[in-house]
């Protein structure tokens, strides 16, 4: 099989598996009846394999290794060996194992495994102490000035909307015309409350969720938008779409939103999603890029500490309070979701995701920024695989 036919089958076999999943019991089920992939556009392109034992999904697996591994060298062959890892993890925790959350992080997600490094944390805390003193919060500690910055620019809950209305606008003419032209999508607000996420892409009901227990400065409502909508989320799932439609893409680019190794450059490029349309306008915006580096790391080490050092769950939350600076529905949210069995590791995808396509687009020349855009927006991606532009991301169709 030449890496379109590989990428047509993986297709079928991923949405397989999550067709299976979604057919067993939600109790008990560490999916909890959601599937695999939780959007996917190729209904009516690839249809998903009938399977009706996990055996059957495993066999299908060992043979796209044996087809992977005849692929040359290079960031197609990559990628697809470590989807492939990637979903034998989910498929042995789907079947009742319980793999290291160490295997869940490398072999699931495609993050590294450990904490981050705390150098580099305290570098981001230092760089959100430079700028809040810039902009005039020099009085208390360093989180109680974070405090008074995110207190005196918040946004009145009656105003969310209308400024949501705002970023939208613009994020959409900065992605249209520099990204992907998106045509007449759009998404209306959602609000809710007790959700351990931040905001997410509920990209078929048209709704961007946005946890109203968290107060958001416009900077971060703006990060948010280019997270979930544009140029984020919603924007790669319609780019994939296009690319898989008209041939250029093969059918795996579907899968960019499988809870598996794709999660992370789909976090990635929702992270670096202001930067990728120039959407950074003001010391506000520069604050907040510093301090989302912050809690990202942050949150990753935190996941480490509560789930393989054993330290207890209090101490864990006293650290994203005092180091991350975290507003406490924030800390709440994190730790919920780092104890997931099978979304835990996942809180690893942002940092590792953020990194992975920053350290790509900082390094793009001008002249290679129109490839770099295709390679990101038409694949599915891992982080390694991505690591490796220029080189050549995918073969004609006809390879």
Not at 233 to 242: D, E, F, G, I, Y
Not at 257 to 274: H, S, W
Not at 324 to 344: I, K, T
Request: glycine content about 8%.
């Amino acid at each position: 099989m030449n890496s379109f036919e590989i990428g047509q089958k993986l297709t079928a076999v991923t949405m397989g598996i999550d067709a299976f999943e979604r057919s067993q019991p939600a109790e008990g089920s560490l999916l909890g009846g959601e599937g695999l992939v939780p959007i996917y556009l190729g209904k009516g392109i690839v249809d998903a394999v009938s399977y009706s034992d996990r055996e059957s999904i495993k066999a299908d697996l060992v043979s796209l290794d044996t087809a992977t591994a005849a692929l040359p060298a290079g960031p197609r062959k990559v990628f697809l060996e470590g989807m492939l890892k990637s979903l034998r993890v989910a498929v042995k925790m789907l079947s009742g194992a319980s793999p290291s959350f160490e295997e869940k992080v490398t072999d699931l997600v495609g993050a590294p495994a450990g904490r981050e490094d705390a150098a580099l944390i305290e570098d981001a805390r230092a760089k959100v102490d430079a700028l809040l003193t810039k902009s005039g919060f020099v009085n208390g500690s360093l989180g109680e000035r974070v405090s008074a910055w995110e207190d005196a620019r918040a946004i009145p809950t009656e105003k969310i909307e209308t400024v949501f209305r705002e970023l939208m606008v613009d994020a959409k003419a900065r992605t249209d015309k520099l990204i992907f032209d998106t045509g007449d999508y759009d998404m209306v607000l959602n609000p809710v409350r007790g959700m351990f996420y931040t905001a997410r892409c509920s990209f078929d009901q048209g709704k961007m969720d946005l946890n109203y227990d968290l107060s958001f400065t416009r900077a971060a409502l703006k990060h948010l938008v280019c997270h979930e909508v544009y140029p984020g989320h919603s924007t790669q799932l319609l780019s994939t779409k296009k690319a898989v439609d008209e041939g250029r893409a093969p059918a795996d680019a579907l899968l960019i939103t499988t809870d598996a190794i794709t999660g992370c450059v789909q976090e990635g490029i929702g992270d670096q999603g202001a930067h990728l349309i120039d959407f950074i306008e003001d010391d506000d915006d520069e604050i907040h890029v510093e301090l989302r580096r912050v809690r990202s790391a942050a949150q990753t080490s935190a996941a480490w500490m509560l789930m393989v050092e054993g330290v207890p769950r209090e101490d864990v939350a006293n650290y994203l309070r005092d180091t991350a600076m975290g507003q406490e529905a924030w800390v709440q949210g994190r730790l919920r979701m780092a104890a997931h069995p099978f979304r835990g590791p996942f809180i690893s995808s942002y940092w590792a995701g953020n990194e992975a396509v920053r350290r790509v687009r900082e390094r793009v020349t001008k002249d290679q920024w129109p490839t770099f855009l295709d390679a990101l927006y038409s694949n599915a991606n891992s982080p390694q695989s991505l690591e490796m532009f220029p080189q050549t991301v995918i073969e004609k169709a006809s390879a």
